[in-house]
């Protein structure tokens, strides 16, 4: 039986910042599932959408808040007696081109206000969402919790300024906090209707739209993409199992090149369009291959399956 670092999440009353958000919002519903005393979900919906929790808006508490607030945040955290905090809280990494300082400035900000209100207990855990982006382009493979970092943009810079707030903290004051860090997410719910969006909502767009899907370079940049669902079961198995202070990448050790990710979604839309291709953009990070040898100590990984994953992803936009 594998060591425990605190009590389960069902019974207890949880709190998620960012949860109207693409994995936020899933996260809600998994917690929903387990039967949690309280969820209460807090989100700006600067991104975020209330319709991603139309299933469960009966189930849980919801609340317009900017978390960057500290005071407004204190008096959630009091108010609904929260006993375990997940912050999913960020400004997408697209936004970072446009917003810079304002990108790095909340990425910051939210985990600051939370590592806070921890350290006067007004909570007892924190699981902090944190990005593989912070790596940078890979310099070994696969890519551990070691691998040195190097953020090549804002959103990156300022989600690895939180992470080390996160683990100074701890050490400093004992605290229980812990790192999660997600790869290359995709699924239902990924915004597809703004400017500033991922590569796979955007090719699906563009494919809808009968236009030819962009690449960006030649196409031989790679990721390790995660589908949604499987990213949030495996950060709920694992919450009682990290020890505080720990980052575990949640990933599935199996890269896939821009170019092949674009042609899959193309073969399953039965798409014919040439792919436009277009100036690689300069702050993009070459590749990312995650290994998830941490993670699979603590939980049975599931094989991949993209195809059908990719498929349930394009059906739930149209």
Sequence with gaps: MKKTFRKKLNGKNILIVGGAGFIGSHLADILVSINVSRLVVVDNLSVGKKENLKKIKNKIIFKKINAENYFLMQKIVSKYKIDYIFNLATIALPF???FPRKTFESNIK????????LKKKKFSSLCHFS????????????MDENHPTNPTTTYAAGKLAADKALLSYTKMFKLDAFIVRPFNNYGPRQPILINEIGVIPKTIKRIYMKKEPIIHGEG???RDFIFVKDTVSYIVESFTKIPPGQEVNVCNNNPLSIKKLVEII???TRSKKKILYKKERVADVFAHHGDNTKLKKI????????QKNMKETIDSYF
């Design 131 to 142: 990005t593989s982006e912070v790596y940078g382009t890979l310099i070994y493979k696969p």
């Design 96 to 98: 970072s081109f446009k």
């Design 266 to 268: 193309q073969k399953i």
């Design 220 to 222: 031989k940049q790679q």
């Design 299 to 306: 939980l049975k990984v599931k094989k991949d399956n993209f």
């Design 110 to 117: 939210v985990v600051l206000n939370l590592l806070e209100l």
